[in-house]
């Protein structure tokens, strides 16, 4: 059968078709502590000022400033200590003239008081006496209420990834249940009569499917949930099938191999049957040059390569802003920092390349190394790289030492400026 002509796009446009689409994620309650990695499904308010009183951040004495107006070394001023406060308690007294109340971290800033000393910057006397040689200005060392946050503050955006820090909000004002976006429930199907299942043993020409589990963990991250429906046997019918049913039960599918030229590469010929709206087949990168993408009644079907890496890759690119962008996240890309590329990268690039690498970061700049063997087939690259080196396509290769942008597998980055960072170099 001759081969259908594809066309060919750049790697920036074919993420902006993707980005034209989003889920419709309803809101669920889960609970503060179920609420880990979800994605705030409104925007959250300070019910109350934080802190919600005026309070002294250290262990010390209450005073009013005015009473140290003349104190020095030499003429230290004395106060009676009237009450003795820790965190939890209001004192009842109020402080007057030359009075102090003991007052521990935490705890509310009595009436009368205007400022806190530090317990080791005052001299206690018998007698319930202190005396304190420095003068102390109004305000100093007392937290003031509403400082950190006042009533009312938008605190929390819609779409923010609750991590412990957004749980210490969240707890803070009280919210022990939180509205999320519910996760996409994301199909993973693996076509190929080769695959065995994990705990299967080797037989010849077969290898096992890493592919399924590879894309569930990076679902898992990326916000979803991930079904891993099985494998296929490249079978036309078997595998339109399966991915209709597939597409019934779920929000996306997934499906890795099957989307090349070869004579058992069915996907194309699948998303025709079905009338699914193709996206794109053909982009002008490596790996993963064969990702795909349909439209099939309102949803979208990617379809990545069998290629470990070239799955990986795709995934990382194309799946995760789509996922992102519907749980409405403020980033949905990976982040981008700049690097020194640690070694030549003799390889043509006539399409972009996305190379497996790891970022460390020495005194003044982050380096880049490329890891493992550079082949999309390749997968023990994949459990060493903490990035994917960026080497924008139409050179002759790379030389060690230039600058060269690189997208984080872990951790935040900048947000890569994409289309000018392809569109300058490539
Ligand atoms: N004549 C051409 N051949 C190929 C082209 C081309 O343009 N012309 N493109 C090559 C490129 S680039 C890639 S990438 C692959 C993509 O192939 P498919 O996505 O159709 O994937 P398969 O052929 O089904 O499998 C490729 C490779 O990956 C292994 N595989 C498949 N599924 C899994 C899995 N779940 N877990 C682990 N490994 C898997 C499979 O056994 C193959 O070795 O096509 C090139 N060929
Ligand atoms: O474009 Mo294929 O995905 O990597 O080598």
Known sequence: MPIEKREIIQVWDAVKKVLKYQLKLPLESVTLEESDGRYLGENVLATHDVPPFDRS???????RAEDTAGASRDEPVELNVIDSIGAGHVSEKEIKQNEAVRIMTGAAIPKGANAVIML????EKENNIISISRKVEAGDNISVQGE????????LKKGTRIHAGVTAVLATFGYHTVKVFKKPVVGILATGTELLDVDEDLVPGKIRNSNAYMIASQIKKMGGEPQILGKLPDDFDETYAGILKAMEKTDLV?????VSVG?????????????????????AMRPGSVTSAAVFEGKLLFGLSGNPSACFVGCELFVRPYLLGSL???KVHLGAVTSILQKDYPKPNPFTRF???RVEWNATAAAASPVGLDKSGSVSSLSEANALIVL??????????SQVMTLLLDGEGSVWPWDQALKSRS
Do not use: C
Not at 120 to 123: A, P, T
Not at 148 to 155: A, L, N, S, W
Not at 392 to 401: D, N, V, Y
């Open 392 to 401: 924008p396509g139409g050179t002759r290769g790379w030389e060690k030492g």
């Open 254 to 258: 997934i499906t890795t191999g099957g």
């Open 57 to 63: 951040p250290y262990d010390g004495f209450a005073i």
């Open 263 to 283: 004579d058992f590469d069915h996907l194309p010929a699948i998303y025709k049957k079905m009338g699914a709206d193709l996206l794109f087949n053909k982009i």
């Open 355 to 357: 190379v497996r690498g």
């Open 328 to 330: 409405n996240a403020q």
């Open 120 to 123: 080791e910057l005052v001299s």
């Open 148 to 155: 950190d946050t006042p009533e009312g503050t938008t605190i």
